[in-house]
């Protein structure tokens, strides 16, 4: 099987809705504009649409020809704050705010299987089509859960797919089991006591032990975790200071964790605020950790993995493939993928700028081939 006729006739008009979605892209829970267009396009289908669950989502409900499951499909619609410098004629007019990782490309591929299965309607079951705000760290997917989304809209499996500037077109992968890392944020406030720079003696300087901090931070992983479990320890952001002569009362670092072993996680979470208490003991400061799981372990289940990759053969042959490959990246499907049983693929396309670039480019080609994916999952597993 190939990509239908069908979807590649309206693949100028996807690429017309992922440039424009491109041009004006939106930050998490805000994207008010974004999700406007997805509700006109689904209602301009005949879809039934409900908005406003988890603030800026849209999820539209499709039946098919027959009695059958109920399948989920979902794509995420926020931007990152990054200035773009592409030099696209279609490039971010929002500045600092970029679609640098491809969620313009994910919603337009779940509107045009939307239409695709609505034209057709030739599929059992009822489709559900879960456009997701804010994934890039804000919860978005929690957001939705706790709004009741797979309570007034119960699937029996969910699905949904990345791009992946791999540089390989039509290539697709899927790691069943733990596939992606979960993750947590963290931020330290160090409260030490600030004095002139000419008289160190007189204050306690925040800079040292914050640099001190750091350091014993990172022998964490390096001395308490088993080198084959798979853990990362990153401190992102030191700041402190605004003036040459001042010793700063006050230093903040920021990071992350990313992680597949939620014990082996427990533990450095626990050995971090230790040494958090033991650092502020020893130099008399005050030391205030707050850290937040923000991702779940994106998990696909084994069975619907080989059946997504099995469609996926249909569409592509060998260039789909299953794959051992854990990512240290993080997806808030995962917490969707908690309630209900599904599985998550990586679509190559042309391109080697990594995502989260200011230079990143998606290719267009991919489009059809992502909307024939989503598609074919729904009229294959209605049917299960």
């Not at 289908?45 to 979902?74: F, Q, Y």
């Not at 609505?118 to 879960?130: L, N, W």
């Not at 990594?354 to 290719?363: A, I, K, M, S, T």
């Not at 081939?369 to 209605?382: D, F, I, K, P, W």
Request: charged share 20%.
């Amino acid at each position: 099987m190939s990509i239908p006729q069908r979807i590649q006739d309206f693949a100028a008009e996807l690429t017309a809705i992922r440039h424009d979605l491109h041009e004006h892209p939106e930050l998490g829970f805000e994207e008010i504009r974004t999700s406007g267009i997805v509700a006109e396009h689904l209602k301009s289908l005949g879809i039934e649409i409900t908005t406003g669950l988890g603030k800026t989502g849209v999820v539209g409900v499709l039946k098919g020809n027959r009695p059958g499951r109920t399948i989920g499909l979902r794509a995420d619609m926020d931007a990152l704050p990054i200035h773009e410098l592409t030099n696209l004629p279609y490039a971010s007019k929002t500045p600092g705010v970029m679609h640098a990782c491809g969620h313009d490309a994910h919603t337009t591929i779940l509107l045009g299987a939307a239409r695709y299965l609505s034209e057709t309607r030739d599929f059992a079951g009822t489709v559900v089509f879960i456009f997701q705000p804010a994934e890039e760290g804000l919860g978005g997917a929690r957001r939705m859960i706790a709004d009741g989304l797979f309570k007034k809209f119960p699937c029996d499996e969910i699905y949904g797919l990345h791009n992946w500037p791999s540089g390989n077109p039509g290539v697709i992968n899927i790691t069943p089991g733990k596939a992606l890392a979960g993750a947590d944020f963290f931020d330290i406030t160090l409260t030490a006591k600030g004095c002139h720079a000419a008289a160190p003696d007189a204050g306690i300087d925040s800079i040292v032990i914050a640099s001190s901090l750091v350091q014993q931070l990172q022998s964490i992983v390096s001395r308490n975790v088993e080198p084959s479990d798979q853990i990362v320890l990153s401190v992102t952001q030191f700041h402190a200071g605004a003036a040459y002569n001042v010793l700063p009362e006050v230093a903040t670092l920021a990071g992350t964790m990313r992680y597949f072993n939620r014990d082996t996680a427990a533990m450095v979470r626990t050995r971090m605020q230790d040494l958090c208490a033991g650092m502020a003991k020893s130099y008399g400061v005050q030391i205030a950790l707050d850290m937040r799981n923000v991702f779940d372990v994106l998990e696909n289940d084994p069975t619907l993995s080989e059946a997504m990759i099995d469609v996926a053969q249909g569409l592509v042959g060998t260039k789909a493939q299953i794959s051992t490959r854990q990512v240290m990246g993080s997806e808030d499907f995962a917490d969707m993928l908690q309630v209900v049983p599904g599985a998550y693929c990586m679509v190559g396309h042309a391109g080697a700028v990594p995502l989260h670039n200011p230079g990143y480019v998606f290719d267009d080609a991919a489009l059809p081939l992502g909307v024939a994916l989503l598609a074919r999952m729904v009229e294959v597993r209605g049917e299960a």
